[in-house]
């Protein structure tokens, strides 16, 4: 989709610190990062976010938490703990409307999330 950071990334007309990346999801470290690892795991497809109806997509799904497998065992957060959010819409804070993973860890994370 023109003008989306994310679709930029995707086709690499825009950098990014790729971990890990399938024919589904690609995923990079996040550009303003709120732990020691926080990566985002994206759809190659554009898709504005987990509550349209092509986000029901069980390979997709499969490919994201191959995705979050990977990069929690490669960034050695594994063992320790790993959160995995998903925003969707201006309430939930969503500031890129491409389908995203924020996958999250080192340190401690507090609940109920803000
Ligand atoms: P959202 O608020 O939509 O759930 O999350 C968007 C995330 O994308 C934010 O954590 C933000 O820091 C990250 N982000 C925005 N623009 C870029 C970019 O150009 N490159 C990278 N790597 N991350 C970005
Ligand atoms: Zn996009």
Known sequence: MEGCIFCRIVA???PA???YEDERVIA????NP???VHVLVVSRKHIASMLEPEARDGALLASVLEAVAMVSEREDIASSGVRMVTNAGRAAGQEVPHLHFHVLG???MSWPPG
């Open 12 to 14: 690499r007309e825009l």
């Open 17 to 19: 610190d790729i971990l």
């Open 28 to 31: 990079f470290r996040d550009i």
């Open 34 to 36: 709120q732990a020691p």
């Open 106 to 108: 080192g340190r401690m």
